[in-house]
């Protein structure tokens, strides 16, 4: 069938006279003239652009997601129901309480990023996992505001947070989820195909060797907007059984590739702290709704933040293509900058994670110029298993922003092995960790700072781990620490 159908505040929509790469937010204010919806950055940073997305397959049952608009592409809207500021109330009605509450608390001054923060306060009001003080912080860290200064915009979030008003927003999230039909639309001279099956995916990779497939358009979305990136064919992910986290009968995990950042971070919250450090400063809470763990590893980035973990993790990736599956340990994934082991008509499907061994002890890393929503310049996931006898057996240090990929550090690895779990082993090591990187200087830090941090992080490493295997994560970064406030109802009922 031809053209894009979804449903917007409610109304089926189907577009046919767009070129497939054109954002959502460009849809919606040029052609919907459904102008709430602001542009501020088109990149993702400012959150100007946010609307909601009806999650039908999330972990714990459907639910809103807070989204960038400026980062959807129309194909990955195919079967999908969305929200904006305009969808909220109408002229008549009285206001949503995601919008009341920022009239009571005086949430707004010039009102630019108002329906963004909004919208972002309208997830919050329907999520039954906000049970704890920094995921408000997370939940507001994606949405910019020059004017009025965060405090009052995160009392509006405390106040609204999990109340879900028993209301037609909350009504759409028991509705089931009707079947999606795929989608091959052709326009201008491009293709966008949504598949909903492998067979269908796998024909038209054969046929388009060269299709750009899409999964969560946190990074592809960039290359429209800002470098003008034209698809002549387009793959979305979106609609392919590629999602969703199991414990294995090991105790391991096996991670589907288009499983959102966002699931993974609270999957992981208790039994690998590492990796849920990691997520909870990665972007913002809109950029993990949207982005995936197979597009943050097949865009092959240095800086990308879940290899350095993933690397001490020892995962192991599933590959498929018309062929089958062949699986791939990480050390061998990353070929070269921006290169995968990933063959022409090949996609990542999973990502298997062994259990973590009783004797391990594991940290992982980011030092970033801000700690929210920022790139590494350095970042680290870091393993060893201690013997009874107190001497290291098994090292894995995953370094990125230190290589032209995320790379392990062998000398570093090596200067540990079979020494005493101790300060001096891990200075030794951070002495090591110099010959095994020759980092680059941009405007993320200098050659000298990069090996600087990298040879300091493994020496902290020892003094977090070397009383506890798995260390508490911090409620919230220091920067943003507020005065402690009474714990709000939801907060109470979800411990
Ligand atoms: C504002 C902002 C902040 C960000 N912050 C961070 C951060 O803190 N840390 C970080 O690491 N990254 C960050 N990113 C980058 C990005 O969000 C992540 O890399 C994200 O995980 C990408 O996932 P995606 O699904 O959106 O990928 P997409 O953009 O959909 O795809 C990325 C690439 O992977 C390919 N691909 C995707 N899925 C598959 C698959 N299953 N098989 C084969 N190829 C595939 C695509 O073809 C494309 O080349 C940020 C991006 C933005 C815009
Ligand atoms: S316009 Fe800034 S995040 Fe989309
Ligand atoms: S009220 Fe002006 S930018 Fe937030």
Known sequence: MDGVRFTLNGAAVTVTDATPQTTLLDWLRQSAHLTGTKEGCAEGDCGACTVALLDTEAPGGPTWRAINSCLVLLPQLHGQSIVTVEGLSGRREPLHPAQQIMVDKLGSQCGYCTPGVVMSLFEATYRKDLGRPWQLDDQLSGNLCRCTGYRPIREAAEAVAGTAPADGFARALQADASALPALRWVH????????????HLFEVLAKHPDARLVAGATDVGLDVTKKGARFACMVSLHALPLRGIVR???????????????DLELAVQDDLPALARMLRFFGSRQIKNRGTVGGNLCNASPIGDLAPVLLALDA?????????????????????????ALGVGEILAAVE?????????????????????????????????????????????????????????AAAEAAVIGQPFSAGTFAAAADASRQDFNPLSDHRGSAWYRATVASNLLKGFFHEVHSEAAPALADRPSGTLLTPSPATPHAEAAR
Not at 188 to 199: K, L, R, Y
Not at 248 to 259: D, L, V
């Open 353 to 409: 994670i062994p259990p973590v061994p009783a004797d391990a002890r594991l940290s992982a890393y980011k030092v970033s110029k801000r700690r929210e929503m920022d790139i590494s310049a350095v970042a680290c996931g870091l393993l060893v298993r201690v013997g009874a006898d107190g001497l290291i057996t098994h090292a894995r240090f995953g370094f990125g922003g230190m290589a032209a990929t995320p790379a392990r550090a």
């Open 188 to 199: 201008d001279g491009a293709e966008a195909h949504v598949p909903t099956d492998f067979d």
């Open 248 to 262: 294995t009968a090991e105790g391991g995990w096996r991670i589907g590739a288009t499983t959102r950042l966002s």
């Open 316 to 340: 192991t990736l599933v590959l498929r293509s018309a062929a089958g599956e062949r699986r791939v340990g990480i050390d061998d994934f990353f070929l070269a900058y921006r290169k995968t």
